[in-house]
Each structure stands twice: as C-alpha cells, then as structure tokens.
C-alpha cells in the first residue's frame, strides 16, 4: 500500500468514525505501535541513509496530518457524546406528577408554625411581637442583665464566641433575654412584647436540647406591675396554647436579671398530670423562667425603677412543640427527614 493510499484510507475512516471508540481504533490501526505508519517508519532501516532522512520526513508529516484529523474528529464526537449524556441524564420532571400523581406543596416547618402560634397567643393577650440581633456583644447578653465580668451566673450559659474585636466581647446570643435590654434603651415604656428568636449554646445535643435552637421571652414594664400579673399572664397563656386541662405553677429560682425568679412548669401533657417516665413521676414539666425585672437592669439602661416595675419570662419555642406534639427526640426536628416532618 502506498503513503497516499493509507492517507487516503485513515482519513476516510476517520471522517466515518461514528463514535469515540470507532475512532480509536482507527487512531490505533493506522498511528498505534502496531499501526501501519509505524510499520512503515519501521522498515525505514533498509534504506540508504540519504532515502531514509527524505521517506523519514514524508512519514513524519504524514504522521502529523493524521494526528490533527484525528483530534478533530475527536473535538466533534466528544461535543456530540457530551450533548447525548445531558440529554439521557435530565429529569423530566412532568413525568413526576403522572407517576406520582400531583406534586405535593410543602408547609411551613413545625418550629415556625409553632413560634406564629406563641405569637398570635400573646398578640391576643395584649402584646406586640418584636426582635433583637442573634450576635451580640457581652454587654447585651450579660453585662446590662446583671452579670458583670465574672459574675458566677455567666457559667449558665455554655456561650459560643465569634472571633471579632477583642477575645470573647461579641457572641451568638445564649438567650433571648438581651432583646429585653434593646428595646427599653430604646425608650419604649410602657412595653408589653414577646421576643421570640434563635438562640446558641455550646451543649451537645439529646433528646431534650440543641445547641441551635429557639426561645420566646416576654416582658412587662409598666406602673404597678405585681408578680400576681407574671402568675396570671403566665396561667392565662398556658391554658389558651396548651389547653384548658394544661395548668402552670411557679417555683422559686434563681435568675440574675429578675428578682425574685422563678421556674415556670406546667401540667405534663404527656400524662396529663398523672405522672410518668417524661415528668419523672411529678405530673409537672419545666418549660421556662421568669420574674419580676431586677432594679439593676433597669439602671443599666436608664428606667426609673421608682416608677415603673415589670415582669419578665423565657421559655423554648422547641420545647414546646416537643411537649404539644409528643416528640420523643427533640433532633428530630432539625435532622429533616420530611417523612416526620410532613406529619405536622
Ligand atoms: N433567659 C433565661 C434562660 O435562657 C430564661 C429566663 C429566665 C428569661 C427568667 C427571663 C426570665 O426573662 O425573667 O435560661
């Protein structure tokens, strides 16, 4: 066979390659180690010198002609494999809705819905609904609630600390108690608000807490206001989103920011008060805290404590739904598997 005629041969075959691995092997047969140019190149040894530098050339080009058409073919059938793949692999989603019957709308996450619940609740019982930062600085989240640098009771609350400014001054807020402190520097009085929020400790998560997750405070400051007021509010507030069965009760405790303090706990709604393994027999479960607000908090942000007292209360907004809905693990609500979120 002549160079023109397996030049003639390679390119035709290359041009008929109707896919990347025809063209492989034509790329082999005719420019492979065992392909025909390199035959060729091989029989080179029997010619004289001066022939074997003239035919070496030929060959040489020739070799570099069939490469480029080669990578040309390549380049096309590597464009037009790439476009068959995109083709075969894109979902049609039509298909979806007819075997599958309609797409289904998602809904609001229980942890939201639950929060606008609290919301309407409280907005029925005479309060606004307002928000504060999740970062802060110290003084928000400790310093102006009565917990000065150092002060032991900083230690309830396993801070997460953001690297900003000096070591430890800024924070992702442990509690939704700072918002208390915005809105009085901003000069509301009288303020009768909720503030519910995403909150963060550095806890591990169980059954029963989440280093993420979400709290709803309350704060009263008015002329007159009693710690009959916080019971009752708190009573009045338990009845209407837990139910008429669903009682509070207050037990004394220690908060920094109120004076006196108190746990809050309301009627197990597991057992309904009967007494059970979640309650650990008391028929009782603690939700949150309050308290009547500390005089040194209002020195920190300028309310004459002469004339105006208030109350104060904080509860999770998880926690709440974990006892309205009877979930076991609380990190079910955050692991989104919508086979247990879809039941909500
Ligand atoms: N901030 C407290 C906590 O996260 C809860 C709390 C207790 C809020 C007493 C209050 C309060 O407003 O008066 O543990």
Avoid at 46 to 56: I, S, Y
Avoid at 114 to 119: A, G, I, M, P, S
């Amino acid at each position: 066979m002549t160079l023109e005629d397996l030049e003639r041969r390679t390119v035709a075959a290359v041009a008929a390659a109707t896919g990347t691995a025809a063209l492989d092997e034509v790329e082999a047969s005719a420019l492979g180690k065992r392909g025909e140019l390199t035959r060729a190149h091989r029989d080179l040894g029997q010619l004289e010198p001066e022939e074997r530098r003239t035919a070496g050339k030929v060959l040489h080009e020739l070799r570099l002609r069939l490469e480029a058409a080669v990578a040309a073919r390549r380049a096309e059938l590597d464009a037009v494999e790439r476009r068959a793949t995109l083709a075969a692999e894109r979902l049609d989603l039509t298909e979806v809705g007819e075997v599958a019957g309609p797409i289904r709308a998602g809904h609001l996450h229980l942890v939201t819905q639950t929060q606008r619940e609290l919301e309407d609740v409280f907005v029925g019982m005479g309060f606004t609904v307002a928000e504060g930062p999740e970062a802060e600085t110290d003084w928000y989240n400790f310093e102006a609630l009565n917990m000065p640098p150092a002060h032991p009771a900083r230690g309830m609350w396993d801070t997460f600390y953001l690297e900003l400014g000096e070591p430890e001054t800024v924070l992702l807020r442990a509690h939704t108690s700072p918002v208390q402190i915005h809105l009085l520097e901003q000069g509301q009085r009288p303020v009768h608000a909720v503030m519910p929020g995403r909150c963060y400790r550095r806890d591990t998560p169980d059954a029963r807490h989440l280093a993420v997750f979400h709290q709803i405070e309350g704060l009263v400051v008015d002329r007159g206001i009693t710690f009959g007021d916080l019971a009752g509010t708190i009573e009045t507030f338990t009845n209407a989103y837990f139910g008429a069965d669903i009682h509070s009760r207050l037990r004394p405790a220690y908060f920094p920011f109120t004076e006196p303090s108190a746990e809050f706990e309301i009627t197990c709604t597991i057992c309904r008060g009967e007494g059970c393994r979640t309650c650990s027999g008391t028929g009782w479960i603690e939700l949150g805290g309050c308290g009547m607000v500390d005089p040194a908090v209002f020195d920190a942000v300028g309310v004459d404590a002469a004339v105006w007292s208030g109350f104060a209360f904080g509860f999770g907004i998880d926690r709440c739904a974990q006892m309205r809905h009877g979930i076991a693990d609380l990190r079910a609500l955050v692991e989104n598997d919508v086979r247990f979120l879809g039941q909500f």
